[in-house]
């Protein structure tokens, strides 16, 4: 019964480690994307719109 608990807390741990890693790769992959283009297109950063005030500034790594 100790053995099925083990394998069974295994099995959880490394699905939730292979959902991390995925998450991560497509993260990263998104952010290498977001260069080639402004990399493409010369850009030094993307301007978002601020909407309480109308604003623009530069996009921040987390958004």
Request: a positive charge; glycine letters at 8%; aromatic letters at 6%.
């Amino acid at each position: 019964m100790i053995q099925l608990i083990l394998l069974i807390a295994v099995a959880v741990a490394a699905w939730i480690g292979y959902r991390r890693f995925i998450a991560d790769a497509e993260r990263l992959a998104r952010n290498r994307r977001k260069a080639e283009k402004e990399r493409e297109t010369g850009a030094i950063g993307t301007l978002v719109k601020d909407p309480k005030t109308g604003e623009y500034r530069l996009r921040k790594d987390g958004e």
